[in-house]
């Protein structure tokens, strides 16, 4: 009864590809988000969805664009991938006020 | 603006033993605070919050943490650790007056519990 899912868990590719990792939500939350986890395991905030409003972190390439067909799902594009983009990506979602983040296991994407 | 700061990168204890993990923060107004915990592979798991009321706030698996306005600190507490405790724990702080509701994350602190 996963809360929050993400796919693929693993991605490995090649520098200069596009790829896609698609997140879904199932708790009814109002907002979604996308976090970068660096090999120091420090968490940084990528973009943030609610109620159709995007909130971008302005130090993210625009290589990175996502997409939110509705309001469960929250996908994350990546153009002309690069070495320094491997990491692990965590989605997240929430309700609005005062509640906590719920988390996804993460896309553990390796670039060769 | 809002930060949040956890002073330690990794905190080692002996099973049986209390623990605690250090996180201060800065708002401009009220705080909400919030502890997560990350197992190797897995996304961050929620432990607890204080968002009002109580000073000591109890958690997930045995966990409390005390919340002191003055120090503007937060930490995280357990009478007695467990191995199975071992893991990367996150606090959060995000500003109860409004502005962004994106909370801000500490750099985490690698717990390890000693058999």
């Known amino acids: 009864d996963t809360a929050v899912s993400q796919t693929p868990k693993y991605l490995v590719t090649q520098m200069g590809n596009d790829k896609s990792i698609k997140c879904e939500q199932n708790?009814?939350?109002?907002?979604m988000y996308w976090y970068k986890q660096d090999s120091k395991k420090f968490l940084k905030i990528m973009f943030s969805?609610?109620?159709?409003?995007?909130?971008i972190n302005e130090t993210v390439p625009n290589r990175f664009s996502p997409k939110s067909p509705d309001k469960a799902h929250l996908n994350l594009h990546i153009n002309s991938l690069e070495l320094g983009d491997s990491a692990v990506y965590f989605c997240?979602?929430?309700?609005?006020?005062?509640?906590?983040?719920?988390f996804g296991d993460g896309t553990r994407l390796s670039i060769l | 603006a809002q930060s949040v700061a956890q002073p330690e990168d990794q905190v080692n204890v002996a099973e049986g033993n209390p623990l605690t993990v250090k996180c201060t923060y800065s708002?401009?107004?009220?705080?909400?605070l919030f502890w997560y915990v990350q197992y190797p592979n897995r996304g961050l798991q929620f432990l607890l919050k204080?968002?009002?009321?109580?000073?000591l706030v109890k958690g997930s698996y045995g966990f409390e943490a005390e919340f002191n306005k003055s120090q503007t600190s937060f930490h995280l507490k357990k009478p007695s650790a467990l191995v199975s405790d071992s893991a990367l724990y996150f606090c959060?702080?995000?500003?109860?007056?409004?502005?962004?509701?994106?909370?801000?994350f500490g750099r985490g602190t690698s717990l390890i519990v000693h058999p």
């Open positions: 204080y968002i009002t009321g109580d000073n």
């Open positions: 708790l009814g939350h109002d907002t």
């Open positions: 997240a979602s929430s309700p609005q006020g005062d509640q906590p983040q719920h």
């Open positions: 959060a702080v995000r500003d109860a007056a409004g502005g962004s509701y994106i909370p801000t």
């Open positions: 708002v401009s107004g009220n705080p909400y």
């Open positions: 969805y609610n109620n159709k409003e995007l909130i």
